[in-house]
């Protein structure tokens, strides 16, 4: 079965402009995830879906940070008015889990990296 | 405040002697801790798993220890082989968060292996 994707796999933005940042999870993952991965670091939780409900967005950075995912499927990570220290690999992983069953695993995304001029 | 720390960058081991990758974390609520692999330009792909209620997990060349005491956790990879050449995360999630697992992820560890 097909993985977790994500597009643009590359994006380039100059400073200032939006982007909007897409991920398509396993089919039937309730969880998302979304995390920001910087040069010669490890992955920074940004945010949690279970199924629409944004439980968690702890981990988003500013204001400028939106995750939406109206229908529980496809979410997408907006960023407005990039700055140079938005640049980094954007991954989305997503699991299985629900309420009252916990599953650790998370299935990652290719990422999309993310070049702010 | 790094939880999770993986405090070697990088690692070179010979085809079929033993990699050993270590991982230390602070925090006494992680009651979960995986091992991720990647690759250039690909996500994490999920590699071995451990509960804080054991102290070994094996899977096929893969193991992973615990020591709950020492807050340290090592992966063994026995015998290396060429593919197994990419970085390795250390994640780590916590019976606080149930429903949320999220992870937290030390910087990683290069292994190359040497044909």
């Known amino acids: 079965g097909a993985g977790v994707s994500q597009s643009p796999r590359y994006k380039v933005a100059k400073r200032g402009q939006d982007v909007a940042l897409r991920c398509d999870p396993i089919s039937g993952h309730v969880s998302l995830f979304w995390y920001q991965q910087a040069l010669g670091q490890g992955p920074e939780f940004l945010t949690y879906?279970?199924?629409?409900?944004?439980?968690?967005k702890s981990g988003l950075p500013s204001d400028r940070f939106f995750a939406e995912r109206p229908e529980g499927s496809v979410s997408t990570l907006k960023i407005q008015r990039t700055q140079q220290e938005d640049s980094a690999v954007y991954l989305c992983a997503s699991t299985i889990s629900s309420t009252g069953l916990s599953s650790y695993e998370q299935y990652f995304g290719p990422g999309t990296r993310l070049t702010v001029t | 405040d790094q939880q999770v720390k993986q405090n070697s960058p990088s690692l070179s081991v010979q085809e079929g002697r033993i990699s050993i990758l270590n991982c230390d974390y602070t925090?006494?609520?992680?009651?979960?801790f995986l091992w991720y692999k990647k690759y250039p330009a690909e996500g994490p792909t999920f590699l071995i798993s451990i509960s804080s209620i054991k102290d070994k997990n094996e899977d096929g060349r893969f193991t992973v220890f615990l020591n709950k005491s020492a807050k340290h956790l090592s992966l063994h990879i026995v015998p290396s082989q060429p593919g197994d050449s990419a970085v390795y995360f250390c994640a780590a999630s916590g019976a606080s968060n149930f429903g949320n697992e999220k992870l937290t992820f030390g910087t990683g560890t290069r292994l190359t292996i040497i044909p």
């Open positions: 925090n006494s609520m992680f009651d979960y």
């Open positions: 879906f279970q199924n629409e409900a944004q439980l968690d």
